[in-house]
């Protein structure tokens, strides 16, 4: 693949995708007719839109996706943080960040670490064993601090990734029947899990709240982990094999995500006809709110965009990177041949996530 990325859902997946970015950051706004989109890629036009309470998460007439409305997956859709508005999403935001917040961060590294070096153990470091670390370790970390049984670790992580793909955008019937399976499963099992430690925590945020918001939320954090934590990570490895890193500053991994973000966009839907930084939108127009872009911005301060702006702003940014910091550390150990494993790296992931690929070369 060279040149321009065919279009801006296909950026994330190209291997130099940002003159285009800049590009299109230097004309603030473009209507991609194909896509049936807008795109917001100035920092100006970014944060128009992610500060302005007309542009929502989700289309007001369809709250729920049409395909999972109805089933316990968009029951549990519907009570996410991420996908709430006004003051359902203030009371949630307090009490899901509240929690991420009462989490030390050293713990979750140790923890990561831990489950890093016990994947690790049980094989030579290939690429493709760093493609199903990557898989694994944000949800199963998340999910070990939450007190899932370690047995059951990469149950929930598979669970948690059908969950993803009956929400992709291009999810068929057998997908969204296999995530609806996952999502039964995983909120009996959260339902299940002992009251103690970090999850004690978390209930006495929610004490005000009904029990299945608190459950529902808690799947969301671990849908929200999955592949958002999968991309940081496998950016961070990536970014080793290159040579030796300071993965313990978060100062390092900001001026690195601002290089080479790793979630490249997210989505707005209008809800009432408004002008946002010079752009005329209406009712019922797509937002593709190019984070990636603004990052790149020749006319914005240098700052990095990967966990968002505004009042939906990621709450598990330090949570994630506790967990690649962990995993990095533990990969140290075995001493791999970082040179070989970064000589193959391709890009595959859902379409906002710059995701790196280690092992595409092993399987063919
Ligand atoms: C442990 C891992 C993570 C957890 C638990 C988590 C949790 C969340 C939650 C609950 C939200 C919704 C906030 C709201 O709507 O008010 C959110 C939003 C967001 N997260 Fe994270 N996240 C994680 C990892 C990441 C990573 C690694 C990235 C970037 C590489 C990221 C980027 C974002 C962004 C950009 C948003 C805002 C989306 C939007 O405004 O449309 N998250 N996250």
């Given at each position: 693949m060279s040149g321009w990325p065919k279009h801006a859902l296909a950026a994330a997946g190209h291997p130099d995708p940002y003159p285009y970015y800049r590009e299109l950051a230097r004309d603030g706004w473009r209507r991609d007719e194909a896509l049936g989109l807008w795109l917001a890629a100035s920092r100006r036009a970014v944060d128009a839109v992610m500060e302005s309470?007309?542009?929502?998460?989700?289309?007001a007439r369809e709250p729920v996706p049409a395909g999972i409305a109805g089933a316990p997956l968009g029951e549990a859709f519907g009570r996410w943080l991420r996908m709430s508005e006004g003051d359902a999403h203030a009371r949630l935001r307090t009490a899901v960040g509240e929690g991420l917040a009462s989490l030390p961060c050293d713990e979750a590294e140790l923890t990561a670490r831990r489950l890093a070096r016990a994947f690790l153990?049980?094989?030579?470091?290939?690429g493709l064993r760093l493609d199903a670390l990557v898989d694994f370790l944000p949800v199963a970390t998340l999910a070990s601090l939450l007190g899932w049984p370690e047995a059951a670790l990469a149950e929930a992580a598979a669970g948690i990734a059908r969950v993803c793909g009956a929400l992709a955008?291009?999810?068929?019937a057998v997908a969204r029947e296999r995530g609806a399976e996952a999502c039964r499963i995983l909120l009996a099992d959260l339902a299940a899990l002992?009251?103690?430690?970090w999850l004690k925590r978390w209930r006495a945020e929610f004490a005000g709240l009904d029990a299945a918001v608190l459950c529902a939320n808690l799947l969301g954090i671990l849908f929200q982990s999955r592949d958002a934590g999968a991309g940081l990570l496998s950016a961070g490895i990536a970014w080793r094999c290159l040579g030796e890193w300071n993965h313990a500053d978060p100062g390092e991994w900001r001026a690195r995500l601002m290089l080479d973000?790793?979630?490249h966009h997210t989505r707005r839907f209008v809800a009432e006809d408004i002008e946002l930084a010079g752009q005329r939108l209406k009712a019922g127009d797509q937002v593709l709110v190019l984070l990636a872009a603004a990052a790149h911005d020749?006319?914005?301060?240098?700052?990095?965009?990967?966990?968002?702006?505004?009042?939906?702003?990621?709450?598990?940014e330090a949570l994630a990177l506790a967990t690649a910091r962990g995993a990095l550390q533990a990969l140290e150990?075995?001493?791999?041949?970082w040179r070989a494993l970064g000589g193959g790296v391709t890009f595959d992931g859902p379409p906002n996530i710059r995701m790196r690929r280690f092992g595409a070369g092993e399987r063919a």
């Open positions: 309470p007309a542009c929502r998460v989700r289309p153990a049980t094989g030579a470091v290939d955008v291009d999810a068929d002992p009251a103690e430690g973000p790793v979630l020749p006319a914005a301060p240098e700052q990095a965009m990967d966990f968002g702006r505004g009042r939906h702003a990621c709450p598990g150990q075995p001493r791999p041949n």
